[in-house]
C-alpha cells in the first residue's frame, strides 16, 4: 500500500542502463521533490548515488548490480555517466551526491523534517554533526552514529535499527563507502521508515575533512583524479583497476558492439 501511495505522488523517472546499471535521467529539483514527498510519507526508500565506482561494481557483480537496479533512485553523480547518457539520446544532467545532500539538508531544515546520519569514523560524524548546525541551525539532527567499522552482530544490527525509529529520522543519510553502503541500504528497506541515500564521500567533504575537486576539474570529468592525488595510497587500486575498464566497455556499448550483452 505504502509503495502504491508513492508511486503516485512520484512515477519513476526516466532512465538508461550503462553496462547493465539503470541510471535514472534526473535533476537536483526533482531528486530533491521525489525524497521529501518520500520523507512526508515515512517511505523506506533506496537512493543510490551512480558514479563509475558504482557501475563498475555492478559490472562485476551481477548481485550488486540487481541490487542497484531495485534502488527507487538511481542519480547520475558522476560526469562520466552524464556523458554515456547524453551520447544515448537522454538529456541528462548531474546528480552529485555531496551537493544532492547539502539540497536536501536546505530543504528538510526548511519543511521541519528531522535528519539521521549514519557512517563515518567518531571524529568525522562530529564534524559532521557541527557544521550542519552551524549551517543549519533550525534543522534537528534526530540520530547520528558512527558503526563500527567490521561487520555488526545481529544483536548490535537490531540495536542500530530500533534507535533509527525511535528517533523518528525523517530522512537517513548514510555514508559507508561503495558497495558496503548501498548493501546495507537495500537490507534495511523496509524496516527503516524514511529514505535513506548512499552518499559516500559526502560526509567528509561537508564535515570539512577533505576537500572538494575545484569546479573545472568536475565539469571536465576528472575529479577521480584531483581524489587520486590526494588519497593515493586509498584509491590508486580502485582507479586502476575500474576506470579503464569502464572506458573500453562503455565504448563498446555505445558502438553497439556484437555480442556485448550490455
Not at 539532527?141 to 552482530?153: G, K, N
Amino acid at each position: 500500500m505504502q509503495t502504491s501511495t508513492i508511486a503516485a505522488l512520484s512515477p519513476p523517472p526516466s532512465c538508461r542502463f550503462i553496462l547493465g546499471t539503470r541510471v535514472d535521467v534526473i535533476d537536483y529539483a526533482q531528486a530533491v521533490r521525489k525524497i521529501l514527498d518520500w520523507a512526508q510519507q515515512r517511505y523506506s526508500g533506496f537512493v543510490c548515488a551512480a558514479n563509475v565506482h558504482v557501475v563498475m561494481e555492478g559490472f562485476d557483480s551481477s548481485g550488486y548490480r540487481e541490487m542497484i537496479n531495485s534502488a527507487d533512485m538511481v542519480t547520475p553523480d558522476g560526469m562520466p555517466l552524464v556523458w554515456m547518457l547524453r551520447l544515448r539520446g537522454s538529456p541528462a544532467s548531474r546528480v552529485y551526491g555531496p551537493d544532492l545532500m547539502r539540497l536536501l539538508l536546505a530543504a528538510c531544515e526548511e519543511k521541519g523534517l528531522s535528519i539521521g546520519l549514519y557512517g563515518a569514523s567518531p571524529r568525522v560524524l562530529d564534524r559532521l554533526v557541527a557544521a550542519i548546525q552551524k549551517q543549519h541551525p533550525k534543522l534537528a539532527i534526530a540520530y547520528a552514529c558512527s558503526p563500527p567499522f567490521r561487520e555488526l552482530t545481529t544483536e548490535e544490527d537490531a540495536r542500530i535499527v530500533a534507535d533509527i525509529q525511535a528517533s523518528g529520522a525523517q530522512v537517513l543519510f548514510v555514508g559507508m563507502g561503495c558497495p558496503k553502503q548501498e548493501r546495507w541500504i537495500i537490507n534495511h528497506q523496509g524496516v527503516v521508515p524514511a529514505p535513506m541515500l548512499g552518499v559516500g564521500a559526502a560526509f567528509d567533504f561537508i564535515a570539512g575533512v577533505k576537500r572538494y575537486a575545484p569546479a573545472w576539474l568536475q565539469r571536465l570529468g576528472l575529479e577521480w583524479l584531483f581524489r587520486l592525488l590526494t588519497e593515493p595510497r586509498r584509491l590508486w587500486r580502485r582507479y586502476a583497476l575500474h576506470n579503464p575498464r569502464f572506458v573500453v566497455f562503455a565504448a563498446l556499448q555505445l558502438f553497439r558492439v556484437k555480442n556485448f550483452n550490455f
